[in-house]
């Protein structure tokens, strides 16, 4: 472990010339993937660093022990070796974790989608209720919310809804999310008190820089229209709907939400450089893409990553079967005590793979 902690703190200093050159200063691509990387690393560089004195503060007392006769000073000597070894064991468990692979996107943005599936208008109106769960877990985190593109039902409810999320770490929690969310409960229009089932889909992008995906203009077909549907007189009457078609992979956005054409175009062409992005990481990695493409699957009640039953107040999720009984606060936005459990299964099966990958001696 030691042996990579030094090469990359060494790889650490590396990037930091390499970021002050003329150079990479003058390439907008290269200056943001140095960035990242230089971010990713940093928490390591700066364990080991403090990992290398703890270890030095422990020899130093160590070696006074040996010159010392005086019995209290010795006392004190040995409480001061075993705090430091303590604190170097603390820092080597850490940073075993941090040396863990990453992913690359966990320090991005990230546009959500959230799609009405098995239900009917029972079904929008759950994803509606997902949606408001994930702006209050949001407003906790101090994450900033920006809707792109909504489809209502009229009733409350969404056919779809696409929204962005501003903040750090955010797709490094919200990436758990992506699948069929099944809600069982008793819709408003039932009169003999029958629960229902229906289901929503998430799927989550992390969204990319601008100079990561290219799209030149030779490739966009760009048409506006007319809005249609409820916003008053102005969206009805004004060429503010935009539909952008990406002509290379046939990649169609229609956004029609603001009033305005020029930000109707800015969320159209943010939406699609983050679904590029997500094809180009599927081309590139054979596993992220059956991940992605098994994320929302058919929308199958089925093929649920969780359950919400109103009637018991109970949220399961199948992944890592665990059971609360506190559905009404998780939907005010205490998320945490799920995506937390779900982080630590995928932290123990990732170091499981690490054991199991590392060569025998």
Known sequence: MIDRLEAVARHYRELEEEMARPEALGDPQRLAALGRELRELQPLAEGYEQLVRVRQEAEEARQLLR???????QEFLRAEERM?????ADLEERLRDLLLP????DERDVIVEIQAAEGGQEAALFAADL???YCRWADTKGWRIEVLDVQETGIGGYDKIEFEVHGRGAYSQLKFEGGVHRVQRVPETENQGRI???????AVLPEPDEVEV?????DLKIETSTSTGPGGQSVNTTYSAVRITHLPTGMVVSIQDEKSQLKN??????????????RKLAEQHAEIDRQRRSMVRGGNRSEKIRTYNFKENRVTDHRINLTLYKLDR???GELDDLITPLAAADREARLAEARAAAPRT
Do not use: G
């Open 67 to 73: 010159q010392e006769h005086e019995p209290q000073m």
């Open 84 to 88: 430091a070894e303590q604190r170097a």
């Open 102 to 105: 990453r992913d690359p996107n």
């Open 131 to 133: 949606f408001r769960m």
């Open 196 to 202: 229902h089932t229906s289901a929503a889909t998430v």
């Open 214 to 218: 290219d799209l030149p203009e030779r």
């Open 265 to 278: 175009r800015e969320k159209a062409l943010r939406i699609l450089r983050a679904r590029l992005y997500e």
């Open 330 to 332: 998780v939907l005010a």
